[in-house]
């Protein structure tokens, strides 16, 4: 039984032309914005590539771009096959073109419907490329002196001033590792020694965070030194002291950055699925309501469009027949090729 | 003498009605350009008028928008004259309204040149402004507690990060005034009672510059207190120092960011005006070139177009003549006296002459 069958008499047709024209260019338009969407996507997650610990994330911005750009191909051919529509001398030179194009249409509003479904939920992938790439960076912070790394403090530098934010999980992650490099310390004095026999792996560890910690908005100069000891400043307990230094930690600040990003640009793709699809659903019921003209000689009669001429499960097995040949050939070929030689 | 005189058919008034059309609209979508940029400026300035002392500078932007406004207007007006100037009788109705209409027009695209030259003679005043305003601001830095300078401190770091610089001049401008609030200083130490003893204002003064002073670029990490003691910080020399803190003055920064930015706008309004000034040349052809077919009855015929009717000294003392006319109408009762001593000269050279 045939899929959402409507009657089209001649005027409904040559409306439906001309609003599939009109929605065909929205639709360009609206690929060409997910397009661009992509691209700033990238931009943006390239700018703080060196805090990510890999790059999984990039699937997203990537998948936009495709879509986009497929978009844009569909929508072009659907503007040239609906102004060739109304005239029955040309519209028979798209028949063999129309059944590859639907293919390649449905898998382009497939692979949109995922990239609209993983900019909502790639979220927690991001959060742990994060956490390990940030990890490094503090990690690396003084090895200013060493090739590949040297850029690693500007890098983290800037991050914290840009995004208002300290260490990985808060300014703490700074006191269990040695940020400051060894060019830089005295060894000779007591004060240095202790420090460094204090641990194991023998490092200057020290309740101190870099200068891009520091909160603007403090009303006090900015302590960054023996923030856990009390009596080292005046009129300072560090319990209670909230807008000396960033209280949020740089993972939760990038991560609230990039979702909202995503999230914006999952409800844009979400709307641009929706007129790509009723594009295609138009481009289906003007084909086959002027298929069904064929035989007659008058063009302005009325016909019947529908979505489907079968059920959506008949006409499933009838794509996948052909595929499905394919690959009983390979089995039989090779069958036979294991037959033969024994 | 007519001034640059030109034959105009009627093809060719055809077409420059035509392209006049065209140019009134893409001036009107410039003069929308210029209003943007002068917003676009004033919001700019505004941003950091914590560190400016007077407003001058805002004349720039305020004229920019005045022109835009005034040329979205002309070109209004433009478009409509030309589109009626096929239409003999149309165009009547505009003769007494263009004489004044060119020069409300000349007036406002020539503030365009008044303008850009402004932008280039204010720049002493900006300066003596940003030196008076950031010293200010560094003095009042530590005044977190004081009602309608709390925000300073904020102001200063967030300009010292946001442009990379440090001070006034330099970042030893930060060891000539006290930043550190007394609510934080522990006055029983001796070290604090030394400082504020070392100077007659009695004010605790430090070799020490605030944190948004720091470079992120240096490859160590920052060293913002006893800057000008070597000894003080491992393997450090200061006079060799460069990467430790902003080098610039924020004074320099935020001049050449600003005359940056008008310098860029520079072009853009220079093409504008010259837009602009083409848009009412046309105009006054077509004026003078409709003047010649009024008089005849044949709408096709060939006329002449001119700028000027007669040379431009002639012109000139022409429009004072009729500004002088024009003043005793508004001042008002000696029109009459004048006219009667001007009948009484000339009945006496009358009688001479007879």
Request: charged fraction near 20%.
């Amino acid at each position: 039984m045939v899929l959402m069958k409507m009657k089209f008499s001649f005027q409904k047709r040559v409306k439906l032309a001309q609003s599939l024209w009109l929605l065909s260019w929205m639709a360009t338009v609206a690929g060409s914005i997910t397009f661009c969407l992509g691209c700033f996507l990238k931009i943006e997650l390239r700018k703080r590539a060196e805090v990510m610990g890999n790059t999984d994330i990039y699937i997203v911005p990537h998948t936009l771009m495709i879509v986009g750009l497929g978009g844009l191909g569909i929508n072009y051919f659907a503007g040239r096959i609906c102004q060739d529509a109304l005239d029955p001398s040309r519209f028979p030179q798209w028949k063999t073109f129309l059944k590859p194009y639907y293919g390649a249409s449905m898998f382009i509003a497939f692979l949109m419907f995922i990239a609209m479904l993983m900019s909502f939920i790639m979220k927690g992938s991001l959060d742990s490329s994060l956490r390990i790439g940030l990890r490094n960076g503090i990690r690396f912070y003084k090895d200013t002196d060493t090739p590949g790394r040297c850029f690693q403090k500007q890098s983290m530098d800037r991050l914290q001033m840009d995004f208002q934010c300290c260490g990985n999980d808060d300014y703490s992650d700074w006191f269990e590792v040695q940020w400051i490099s060894n060019r830089y310390l005295d060894l000779s004095t007591k004060d240095v020694k202790d420090r460094i026999k204090s641990n194991v792996d023998g490092r200057y560890l020290l309740d101190g965070v870099p200068f891009s910690c520091c909160n603007p908005s403090s009303p006090r100069p900015c302590i960054q030194y023996q923030l856990t000891n009390d009596s080292a400043h005046f009129s300072y307990e560090h319990q209670t002291e909230e807008l000396n230094l960033y209280l949020r930690g740089c993972r939760e600040a990038l991560v609230s950055y990039y979702g909202g990003l995503m999230n914006t640009i999952g409800v844009v793709v979400l709307s641009v699925l929706l007129v790509q699809g009723s594009v295609l659903a138009s481009l289906r019921y003007l084909q086959t309501s002027l298929e069904a003209l064929e035989g007659q000689e008058n063009a302005e009669a009325e016909s019947e469009g529908y979505l489907l001429e079968k059920s959506v499960k008949e006409t499933v097995m009838e794509w996948l027949e052909p595929v499905l040949k394919l690959l009983q050939l390979n089995q039989v070929a090779s069958e036979e090729g294991e037959a033969a030689p024994a | 003498m007519t001034v640059l005189k030109i034959k105009f058919s009627f093809q060719r008034r055809v077409r420059l009605a035509q392209g006049l059309w065209l140019l009134s609209w893409v001036a009107m979508f410039t003069g929308v350009v210029i209003f943007s940029l002068g917003v676009f400026l004033k919001m700019e300035l505004l941003r950091r008028s914590e560190v400016m002392h007077t407003m001058d500078i805002h004349m720039v932007p305020n004229m920019l928008m005045l022109v835009g406004l005034a040329s979205v207007g002309i070109n209004l007006c433009a478009g409509r004259i030309c589109q009626d100037s096929m239409n003999v009788a149309r165009f009547t109705l505009w003769k007494n309204f263009l004489t004044p209409f060119f020069m409300v027009s000349l007036l406002f695209t020539s503030l365009l040149l008044v303008a850009m030259s402004l932008s280039f003679a204010l720049q002493p005043s900006l300066e003596e402004s940003l030196k008076i305003g950031l010293k200010n601001g560094i003095r009042f830095y530590k005044d977190t507690d004081t009602p309608g300078r709390c925000f300073q401190k904020q102001t200063i770091d967030r300009l010292q990060m946001e442009f990379q610089c440090c001070g006034n001049s330099n970042f030893k401008d930060w060891f000539e005034v006290q930043w550190i609030n007394n609510r934080y200083l522990d006055f029983t130490s001796k070290e604090v009672k030394d400082r504020m003893r070392s100077n007659v204002d009695g004010r605790y003064l430090v070799d020490g510059v605030p944190f948004s002073c720091c470079n992120p670029a240096s490859p160590r990490p920052c060293i913002q207190e006893r800057i000008l003691d070597n000894t003080a910080h491992h393997n450090y020399e200061y006079h060799l120092e460069e990467l430790n803190l902003h080098n610039r003055g924020c004074r320099e920064a935020l001049l050449s960011y600003y005359m940056g930015l008008m310098k860029t706008i520079g072009p853009g309004v220079l093409s504008v005006f010259l837009v602009q000034l083409s848009v009412l040349a046309s105009l006054r052809y077509l004026q003078t070139a409709m003047i010649g077919v009024e008089e005849q009855e044949n709408m096709e015929v060939e006329t002449e177009g001119y700028i000027l009717e007669k040379g431009v000294k002639e012109t000139l003392n022409e429009a004072k003549e009729n500004l002088k006319n024009l003043l005793p109408v508004w001042t008002g009762g000696q029109v009459v006296d004048g006219a009667t001593e001007g009948d009484a000269e000339a009945e006496a050279g009358a009688e001479k002459e007879a």
